[in-house]
Every structure is written in structure tokens, then in C-alpha cells.
């Protein structure tokens, strides 16, 4: 009777992982799905119209009015990372396992992928419209820098490579500091907004680089925009530099974590930051840490 009580105990409580893991991915992938679709569309609508539905402020806006719809659905699920880097960053810090790395990245990935192709067929008779149906990387119709930045003519390997992984340290600091134990009096609804404006201040700050600070943001709409029509001279534009988008911003995740612990969590005797999980998802943590 005791090993029929133990063993259902057991079943009961990977089912309840089980569910927590499968919550969290689609969380993540449909946050990650709805940032694609309005950093896509808000790019589109300036480029294919020379900037008369669009520019500069308008398609930041839409980007970050799209963060933070985004952060809002998948927050009190996932956490809503959204970008492997974060996701990173959460791992060194101890605030997620390291088992649930993979599962989060691939997520993001694939939900961004999704995003892709569904903006793809949103925007599909806009895009043949402008381009005559030669979809181009560079040129005076170019569009495959909808899907994914383009390092500027002037950016070297370093400096694009600087740029991310110094942008993506400013984002991890500036999101710490905003959920840190010595800021728990912000409210918990404006942490979306938070985050949003954390975006827009680097964008505008540092983005004449022409890069995003997120690996999936990137690298998956390249990678459909590659299938689609553009074929694979979006990986060779640059000098092959799609690298820099995937490895700079872990690089400015672990850099950014190091700041925030070395400048800031380091000078108080309570950790700045508290972990906070449900029961199940507590237990899943206890089990795997081991």
C-alpha cells in the first residue's frame, strides 16, 4: 500500500512538471510569436511606403507597444524572457534551472519563426507589390531587413560585436534593477512598461549599429526570410556577421550580470534578488537542482 501511495505520488508530481513545462513553453512561444509579428509589421509599414506610413518613431513604438503586449500574455506564466539572452541571464543568476535552458531557447526560437510566417502571409501582396516580386537583400527595394538588422556599412566585426554585447548588458542591468527586492514597491503591472521604455532608451541611444539585442528576434525571421524568397545571401550580408547577433547578446547577459551582482547586489546583505514560483513549479526546481 505504501509503494502504491509512493509511486502515484511520483506520477503526480511529473504530470504536474509536465503541465508547468508545457505552460511555460507555449507562454514563451506565443509572447515571442506576438513581438515577431509587430517588430515586423512596424518595420514593413515604413519601408515599403519610403517612410510616409512610417519612420524612426513610429516603428519604435509599435516594437515596444508590441514588447510589452507581449510581456503582459507570457509574464505570469513564463516570466516572459522572450530572448534567449535573458534567459541566460536568468539561469546564471539561479532564478531558472539550467534543465529548462533548452526548452525556453527553443521556444523562442520557433515562436519567432512562427511570427515570421505569419507576417509573411499578412504582408505577402505588399511585398510583391513594392519589390515586383524579386525579393532583394540589398539595393533601393531592398526588404530583407524587415525580417532581421543589417550591421551598417561603416560597423566592423568588433564594434557590431561591442554593440551587442554592450546593449544587451545595459538591458539585463536595467532589468534587475527594476524587479530587484530593493525596488519591490514598483508596481508589479508596470514592469511590462518598464521594460519597454529600458528598450526604447538603448534603441535611440545606441542603435545607429542596426542591431537587436536578441538571438531568436533575429536569427529565426533571417532564417525564414532565407526559405521565402531571399535565399541564403541573408546570412552572407556583412561579411557573414548573423554571427555576431547570436553570440554577442549571451556574451552581454553574462557581462550585464556580473555588473549588476559586482556594483549592487553585492553591497547588501539581503539578496537583491527573491526567486518566486509556485508550489509545483518549486518542487520541479528542488529536483532538478540536485
Known amino acids: 500500500m505504501e509503494i502504491q501511495t509512493t509511486t502515484t505520488t511520483t506520477m503526480n508530481t511529473w504530470k504536474a512538471m509536465f503541465r508547468e513545462l508545457t505552460k511555460e513553453f507555449m507562454a514563451e512561444f506565443l509572447g515571442v510569436f506576438i513581438l515577431i509579428l509587430f517588430v515586423c509589421g512596424s518595420v514593413a509599414q515604413a519601408v515599403v511606403t519610403g517612410g510616409a506610413w512610417g519612420n524612426l518613431l513610429t516603428f519604435n513604438t509599435g516594437i515596444n507597444l508590441g514588447l510589452m503586449l507581449s510581456v503582459y500574455v507570457a509574464g505570469e506564466v513564463s516570466g516572459a524572457h522572450l530572448n534567449p539572452a535573458v534567459t541566460l541571464a536568468m539561469v546564471i543568476l539561479r532564478r531558472l534551472p539550467l534543465m529548462k535552458f533548452p526548452l525556453y531557447v527553443a521556444a523562442q526560437f520557433l515562436g519567432a519563426f512562427a511570427g515570421a510566417s505569419v507576417f509573411y502571409g499578412l504582408y505577402y501582396d505588399v511585398l510583391v507589390a513594392y519589390t515586383n516580386g524579386v525579393f532583394a537583400v540589398t539595393g533601393a527595394n531592398a526588404t530583407a531587413h524587415i525580417f532581421a538588422s543589417c550591421p551598417s556599412e561603416y560597423t566592423s566585426v568588433l564594434n557590431g560585436f561591442l554593440n551587442q554585447v554592450i546593449g544587451t548588458a545595459a538591458l539585463i542591468v536595467g532589468i534587475l534593477a527594476f524587479i530587484g527586492e530593493n525596488n519591490n514597491s514598483n508596481p508589479k503591472g508596470l514592469q511590462p512598461l518598464a521594460i519597454s521604455l529600458i528598450i526604447i532608451a538603448i534603441t535611440v541611444s545606441m542603435g545607429l549599429n542596426s542591431y537587436t539585442l536578441n538571438p531568436a528576434q ?43 551582482a559586482l556594483f549592487i547586489e553585492w553591497s547588501h546583505t539581503e539578496p537583491v534578488i527573491r526567486e518566486q514560483r509556485t508550489t509545483s513549479r518549486t518542487l520541479f526546481e528542488m529536483i532538478t537542482m540536485i
Open 218 to 260: 533575429d536569427l529565426s525571421p533571417q532564417l525564414f526570410a532565407a526559405v521565402a524568397g531571399w535565399g541564403l545571401y541573408v546570412f552572407r550580408a556583412g561579411d557573414y556577421e548573423f554571427w555576431i547577433q547570436l553570440t554577442g547578446p549571451m556574451v552581454g547577459a553574462a557581462l550585464g550580470d556580473g555588473i549588476y
